[in-house]
């Protein structure tokens, strides 16, 4: 980003393209970190103790049924690991997460690809048919990144109900703080009652922690046993546990930045349709748009000093303060002419 900004001798951009938050951490939890630092001599607590208590009374499940790791990131790659491996294969939408054939990759399975159906949604017939004797695991992004789109929890029920028991299912709803239609619901109850169910979250969004890298996955205690082999210790870095603990001290604050997020994405939404830009309406802290060429779109906005991300055929837009917003909205009119 400072080497785009020196190129074009920008120096404030909008940076719009990693959904993280415009929002710095709550003052509480800079300075929880900003004690917390004079201990770093030493190792962090491997077990997350505190941070796994806290979880575990925020999410109404026992301690055991929380996994913490460096971003949800880490604990998708140590997933993969655990369940590939060469002659397996995994399942995942596509335009989805781009973790996903990458964990693939890295764990050498084979990448089974599903487009999104019509509407940008996840084509669970689709995803089902693609499932063989190869398949180890298939991913649910729940909302989806890059689309926003959500599934619908009796969608979810249906899906979860006809996966073959052998076959892992991680529900990924690192964006499910933001979603306002009751339609949704987190699949939390699915992970803590059926062994093939794991449902991954992260600080790095609402919670404004994505620089320390700090996630959770949660699930059977036996089937979070099994998949952590394959996790580095000490992942969960001792700063990112103080900083994750006391973020959820504040569940007020948290419901004011849903609530400005929701009015950001209000803000987005209705000047894309002003401006007749085709998109899909987003449950996220992100609207995809659709046009013809993404990567020559995202270039343009960029010499406006807007930076935005290209994914296939998706341009995604991160919803920053109201600012920032009206300034993509007007970068966006201005390259349309
Ligand atoms: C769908 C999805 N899952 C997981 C993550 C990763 O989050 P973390 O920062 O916890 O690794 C992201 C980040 O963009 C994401 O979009």
């Not at 938050?21 to 004690?35: D, K, W």
């Not at 580095?232 to 930045?257: I, K």
């Not at 950001?264 to 748009?289: C, D, H, M, P, W």
């Amino acid at each position: 980003m400072a080497q785009v900004a020196r190129e074009l001798g920008i120096d404030d951009l909008a940076k719009l393209a990693s959904n993280e938050c415009p929002l710095p951490p709550f003052p509480e939890v800079v300075e929880a970190v900003a004690t917390a630092v004079s201990s770093i001599n030493r190792y962090p607590d491997n077990s997350a103790h505190e941070l796994v208590g806290s979880l575990a009374r925020h999410l109404d499940v026992a301690p055991d049924q929380i996994w913490p790791g460096a971003g949800s990131t880490q604990l998708i790659a140590a997933t993969a690991l655990a369940v590939g491996g060469p002659g397996t294969s995994a399942v995942f939408a596509d335009p989805s997460f781009v973790m996903y054939p990458i964990a693939t990759r890295i764990a050498g399975s084979s990448e089974v690809p599903v487009p999104l159906d019509g509407a940008h949604r996840h084509d669970l017939d689709a995803m089902l048919a693609a499932i063989d004797g190869t398949t180890t695991v298939v991913y649910l992004c729940n909302p989806n990144n890059p689309t926003g789109t959500i599934v619908e929890t009796g969608a979810v029920d249906r899906f979860l109900d006809a996966v073959p028991d052998d076959v892992l299912v991680v529900v990924d709803e690192a964006y499910h703080e933001y979603v306002t239609d009751d339609r949704h619901r987190s699949a939390i109850p699915h992970a803590v009652a059926r062994d093939n169910v794991v449902v991954m979250r992260t600080f790095s969004k609402v919670y404004g922690l994505a620089g320390l890298r700090i996630g959770y996955a949660v699930g059977r205690a036996e089937s979070l046993a099994w998949l952590r082999r394959t996790q580095v210790p000490f992942s969960a870095n001792a700063l990112a546990q103080v900083a994750a603990v006391e973020a959820m001290r504040y569940p007020d604050r948290l419901a004011e930045r849903v609530a400005g997020n929701a009015a950001g994405r209000e803000q987005i939404e209705s000047g894309l349709a002003a401006l007749g830009v085709e998109y899909a309406s987003s449950q996220t802290n992100f609207v995809a748009l659709f046009p013809e060429d993404p990567p020559g779109l995202a270039a343009a906005l960029e010499n406006r000093g807007v930076i935005v991300r290209a994914l296939g055929p998706v341009l995604r837009v991160t919803v920053g303060t109201r600012a920032e917003n009206d300034r993509f909205l007007a970068a966006l009119a201005e390259v349309l002419g």
